[in-house]
């Protein structure tokens, strides 16, 4: 079995209520070479979203092969508007809409992608781009840090 790895990153979000489309956060960047594929090529193979205020949001996380161009929006709280060059490098979204809440805090989940994520060859830059892009409208009211993204990858 190929090496799995999960990797995490920590949002830096707002306190007020988002609406749908709107980003969560801001640019995510994941370095995935220490599960780096023999082909430049990695498999996503879940994204976990750890919640502390309990939202259960449905979030789309947008995944981009190369960092993010000036003209693409990624402002916290603001619509998500990618530019057209940054079209070319979306590698996936994952569309997060499982969710478990429990009494203070829950997490949501989108299991068994299995979705093959290619880089520009072997020796190339192993790092995905993300944003998540709210789908409803929820307020991570507890601190500007309620969402930890994790991505669970082999190579």
Sequence with gaps: MDKMTTISKTTSNSTQAYSSGDVVGG???????AIRGDKGAIELDSVVIQDKSTQGADLDLVLFTEDISTGTTL???????????????????????????????????ANDLKKPIKFGGPNSDMTLYGVLVSR??????????ELTVNLAARG
Excluded: E, I, R
Aim: proline share 4%.
């Design 75 to 109: 402002t916290d709280n603001s619509a998500f508007a990618p530019a057209d060059a940054d079209l070319a490098n979306v590698a996936a979204v994952v569309s997060v809409t499982s969710h478990a809440a429990f009494s203070a805090n829950g997490v949501s989940q």
């Design 136 to 145: 409803g409208t929820p307020t991570y009211s507890g601190s500007t840090n």
């Design 27 to 33: 640019k995510m960047t994941f370095d995935l070479s």
